[in-house]
């Protein structure tokens, strides 16, 4: 899963993953063939556990897990052949496993994207001044993405459903709190040198909509994966519409368009915090200068959207391991790398803007 940005763009991956976990969760027409079953209720019988490589084992392997693998692809071979279309099973294509992992490209590519936020928390700790107030929330929305691109790589690797269950928790959160980074940092409650006292209830009320919704979804019988997918999209999607609102809101901001503001930061003719002075007119230019990144963002959420698409499209994989959820999560790595730029460059703007005013 997604993140963002830390803040951003994970919510935007809200909506990717979810459409992926969809997709994987209610797709599996090939495990109610009868050329699986049968295959299936035939293997079972010839296969002892102790036989198993170790290594398969040592991943939660069983007889019967096995035994869906090798029908698995004899019935995509068959699909291969021209004699069936091709099936998801289980909510899942066949896939060629590697040492046991399961879906070895989103393996490698989950890798990448926590590679690269470890990257970008590295980047926050030497880039950003250790007193500047956004460098926490960067780190923190860092933190979150390396730990849900490991759960990503561990549920890529094993598909069981508590590893499922961390994999898609995980993302909720980094989504979360990429929404979150975008509320606090558009609205600055908190600023480089300021913490407003609507910050703490704002992420009290947002810890307790987001633990509340675990709780729900956890208590019943059948997970929701449908609803899990809508709150998480509902979340991220949150996010991509601030994160637009701002770069909009340097060019017009219309009676009509309350929020953000005001919006820059980086305007020597700008207040830097307080009311609408200035002007409010309908349609009214951005006083003072926009940054050259203003626009970043929504780039970057419109080219995440796209990305998306691979989710949308979800075609058998290319040779059996490159799918369309491998290419989503390989469009995610340069995405959270242009994030973690437009995200540091933004923060010491941000701080330089503070200090010239010496304000806040
Ligand atoms: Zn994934």
Redesign the pocket.
Known sequence: ?PAIRPAAYLPVMALA?LL?LASSTFASSGDRHGAFTNCHTACLPNCTHGALPLYLRLLGWSCSGECSYVCAHHLTDLSDSGYEHYHQFFGKWAFYRFMGAQEPA?VIF?IGNAWIHWTGFKDVCSGLRKENGLQWWLKLAALAQINTWVW?TV??TRDLWWTERL?YFSATVTIAITMLYAVVRIFRLQTPRATSPLLYPVCGVLALIVVGHFIYVSSLDHFPYGYHVAFAASLGMLGNLLWISWSVSFVARPSWFPVPYPTSPYSSSRPLSGGRSGNSSSNSSAAGSAPKTCWTPTVLVVLTLLAMSFEILDFPPFHRVLDA?ALW?AATIPLGAAWWAFLIKDANAMDEAYADKGRE
Do not use: P
């Open positions: 899963m993953l992926f989103s989950s990503s549920f890529h994999d959820h999560h």
